[in-house]
């Protein structure tokens, strides 16, 4: 499967969507910009599509807007938690602002992530 490019206007929406939080972050997850807080990803784009993670309840919300959808990076497997919103909520800074802040609020409730501990360089030299 070829993995989507993120547009132009795709990262300018996101960018201009990213919080202002002490604890949120901004990094790249195969190529595309993705926000994290405490660790927990909670919003990022995917080719020209824009998601974010909620819980349950919310999720459930925000799929019933029409154009919204679960985000599924590979097709048929939809990711748990995860919404895409639609282009003309993305449209409405105002909108799309409160989407991102709920799934802010999500993260910060979630346990916070432990960074994984990266495996050490054998410093041992090979017989050979």
């Keep these: ?10 990262i300018r929406t996101f960018e201009s969507l990213v919080p202002s939080h002490p604890e949120v972050s901004v990094k790249k997850v195969f190529g595309h910009p993705a926000a994290f807080a405490a ?4 919003f990022g784009t995917f080719g020209t599509q ?3 993670r909620l ?5 459930t919300q925000a799929l019933a807007m029409p154009g919204a959808e679960p985000f599924s990076p590979m097709p048929g497997r939809p990711t ?4 895409v919103l639609p282009p003309d909520v993305l449209s409405r800074k105002a909108e799309a ?9 999500f993260a910060l409730a979630l346990p916070p992530k432990v960074p994984k501990l990266r495996a050490r360089a054998s410093t041992r030299k090979r017989p050979g």
């Design 97 to 105: 602002s409160r989407w991102v802040e709920r799934s802010l609020s």
């Design 1 to 10: 499967m070829k993995m989507p490019r993120p547009s132009v206007e795709t």
């Design 55 to 59: 819980s349950e309840v919310e999720a």
């Design 50 to 52: 824009i998601y974010v």
């Design 39 to 42: 660790g927990n990803m909670f």
């Design 80 to 83: 748990r938690q995860y919404v």
